[in-house]
């Protein structure tokens, strides 16, 4: 075999390679996005068991969402309060007297007022939070 034509074998073998590695990487990533995009995880309490519980739901699905300890549709996302420190379920909202109560459209913490508050995210939490707000009552 004279050298030009091997090393042109040897090009084409690992543009083969590079372009199979890439592909798989490619798609690995948009298989995550596609899921990540259909689903998010929420972190919330169940106010029918008090259970704290991690729940993946799909994206459009408006809490309470179902709780997988005690079947109820009662899971409610946690939020964290930056000034006092503690997690709380929000002050709910009754907008349909047949429907569950929903989450209000703009939270603030039911303990201090403020308005520094954020979903409660475990992995993204700098700080040890204080403890936790009393939940708001379940019929
Ligand atoms: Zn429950
Ligand atoms: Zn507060």
Known sequence: MNPAVRN???????????????????????????VNAAHFSVDGMCLACKSETKLSVPREE????????????AVYPLWYCEDCK????????RRDPNGPPRMPV??????CRG?????????AQLETPAGDQPL????
């Open 8 to 34: 042109c074998l040897y090009g084409l073998i690992i543009l083969a390679g590079a372009g199979g590695a890439g592909y798989m990487l490619f798609g690995r990533t948009k298989e995550n996005v596609a």
């Open 62 to 73: 408006e809490a309470p969402h179902r709780c997988p300890k005690c079947g109820q549709q």
């Open 86 to 93: 503690k997690r709380f379920v929000p002050v709910l909202e």
């Open 106 to 111: 703009s939270v603030a913490c039911p303990n």
């Open 115 to 123: 308005q520094s508050v954020a979903p409660y995210i475990p992995e």
């Open 136 to 139: 708001p009552p379940w019929p």
